[in-house]
């Protein structure tokens, strides 16, 4: 859909950006750093995206709030109270903020919008961010689709106040797929499941008659891969979101993950058990083709492309204790990447190269982790009684994860969202238990 939309930067607000740019050179530009480890939240005020009335002012009001608690929840930003604003949401569409109202509540930012229905049925909306401290204009698009996309197009102008405020790219236009979990913990019911990244717009994609496991999402296109037992036996199935399609990409008896996408969505990385010996091994999505990589006595698997397709780092026993190891995309240079206590395993590379997330086991206890593809930099994010299932959203720079609540005999499994930094772990809702998620991609 993002192809879809007509953006366009409006004329009257390029040329007063133009203006402002030429007339105060002095002012320092507001942006959030985000290498800092504790992030004091930006102050921004997000009004009423302005509608004339009935359906216009109702999607105005809900693109706000949608936009809002993206930013929120990405702990950067601290909406303020809407009570306390001074000017009207139609003041701000017809004319300039007054800076000096905005600074008296304490915003830094301020984001002001209108909702629009064309004469085809069609919607536009209008999005403008203002530096208050500076008092000058920042950024204003404007967007046309369906009238039942509002939705997206508030993600979209979330990842695009992200982007001119941090200096990186939003990761508020995606989505997650995960194992929904139901029943007693001795016969759970697994069904794949699909939602927007805020949880909203969500569906079961499979209906739980057949096991399945580890779903994976392609990095180019719209589709997944997941694992489900047909027969008692391990079948790898791709699963295209957009048009429902699904096609077997084979049998793999001795598989106990699903294959992970190479970054140019043509080849599958995956790990089986050949002759009592488990190796990487790469699937050519087009000639089914397969080719061996590693060939070790110990256990090869948990395998994941580098961003640029040239290394894989996977998890093995071949040293005597589970840990990473990196190597090159043809299968050679192998070497060892973790050095720490206890188990290493689920190792899955940063959208940036700059860092690979992992699970740690240490006698009961689990830990999410990331450590850099050099060996150095190794930091623990969050820790619990079962954590586990890193995934990376896709600016690099928040991870999601399971984690299993002790609850007697029963599970408890939920989803969890951390910045890079470690801070600001929040619950993901979803309506049953939830465990492997898998952050796709900016939909296109």
């Known amino acids: 859909m993002r192809k879809t939309f007509l953006l366009r930067l409006a004329g009257w607000a390029g040329a007063l950006l133009l203006a402002v ?55 950067l930003f601290k909406p303020v109270n809407p009570a306390a604003f001074l000017q009207t949401p ?24 209108g909702v629009q229905s064309t004469p085809d049925g069609r919607m536009k909306v209008d999005f403008r961010l203002w530096d208050v401290a500076a008092g000058q204009y920042m950024a204003g698009l404007s967007y046309t689709a369906t009238a039942d996309s509002w939705r997206r197009i508030a993600h979209i102008i979330a990842d695009a106040i992200y982007k001119r405020l941090t200096g990186e790219d939003g990761y508020f236009d995606t989505r997650i797929v995960y194992i929904s979990e139901s029943g007693p913990a001795n016969a759970r019911q697994k069904r794949l499941a699909i939602m927007d990244q805020d949880g909203e717009n969500h569906q079961f994609l499979t209906d739980g008659q057949a096991l399945v496991l580890t779903p994976r999402f392609s990095p180019t296109a719209q589709e997944i891969t997941y694992m489900s037992y047909f027969g008692k036996k391990p079948r790898v199935y791709v699963f295209n979101i957009d048009t429902g399609r699904q096609e077997v990409l084979g049998d793999f008896p001795g598989m106990t993950f699903a294959p992970r996408f190479s970054p140019d969505g043509k080849k599958v990385v995956m790990s089986m ?24 006595p110990g256990i090869d698997t948990g395998p994941s492309y580098s961003p640029d397709g040239n290394r894989i780092v996977f998890e093995s026993d071949r040293g005597g204790s589970q840990q990473l190891y990196l190597m090159n995309a043809d299968g050679s240079g192998v070497k060892r990447l973790s050095f720490g206590e206890g188990r290493y395993g689920t190792p899955v590379w940063s959208p940036r190269g700059d860092l690979i997330a992992f699970t740690r086991q240490r006698g009961s206890n689990f830990a999410i982790g990331v450590i850099r593809p050099d060996g150095t930099g190794e930091r623990i994010l969050s820790e619990g009684f079962h954590v586990e299932g890193p995934t990376w959203a896709p600016n690099g720079r928040v991870l999601m994860f399971f984690k299993d609540l002790p609850s007697g005999n029963a599970r408890n499994a939920r989803l969890y969202s951390i910045d890079v930094t470690g801070f600001n772990e929040r619950r993901v809702s979803t309506p049953l238990d939830a465990s492997d998620p898998a952050w796709s991609p900016l939909i296109p």
């Open 21 to 75: 740019g030429v007339a105060a050179p002095a002012r320092a530009e507001l942006r959030i750093d985000i290498t800092k480890g504790v992030i004091e939240p930006l102050p921004i005020a997000i009004t009423s995206f302005f509608g004339a009335g009935g359906r216009e002012a109702q999607v105005g009001n809900d693109m706000s709030r949608v936009i809002s608690a993206d930013l929120e929840r990405s702990g």
């Open 90 to 113: 139609q003041q701000l569409q017809t004319g300039e903020p007054r800076y000096a109202d905005w600074r008296a509540i304490g915003a830094q930012a301020l984001v002001a919008g």
């Open 273 to 296: 058990a050949q002759n009592g010996n488990t190796d990487i091994y790469t699937l050519d999505l087009r000639t089914r083709r397969q080719t061996q990589l590693t060939d070790s």
